[in-house]
Nanobody
């Protein structure tokens, strides 16, 4: 019921910044995007997918410990766009980044299977 399209991935040097975007759309007869919790997950090569950050209906963000203080998640309700501002990037941040949505008021990074809708991913590569 939710279509998600990520963009903004690129190759950058350590210490640099990137901003990822995720545009969400729903059927006109469906629940509005504002009723979903939105999240960013990432999957480094050869590793398991992990939660990065999420934001719920209340606009309060939740971050993985590994990105606290460096990443900022935000959303623009008018354009139904989710953002991930990534600063002070490290090589360990290199991964395929996915936008995900879950119907519910509050977000969390546990139980990732609860996020039913996923984008195609955008690649972030951070070189030392």
């Amino acid at each position: 019921q939710v279509q998600l399209v990520e963009s903004g991935g690129d190759s950058v040097q350590a210490g640099g910044s990137l901003r990822l975007s995720c545009t969400a759309s729903v059927a006109s007869s469906g629940y509005p995007v504002s009723r979903y919790s939105l999240a960013w997950f990432r999957q480094p090569p050869g590793k398991e997918r992990e939660g990065v950050a999420c934001i719920g209906r209340d606009d309060f963000p939740t971050y993985a410990d590994s990105v606290k203080g460096r990443f900022t998640i935000s959303k623009d309700s008018a354009s139904a766009t989710l953002y991930l501002q990534m600063n002070s990037l490290k090589p360990e941040d290199s991964a395929m980044y996915y936008c995900a949505a879950r119907y519910g008021a509050y977000c969390y990074l546990e139980r990732e299977l609860d996020y039913r809708y996923w984008g195609q991913g955008t690649q972030v590569t951070v070189s030392s």
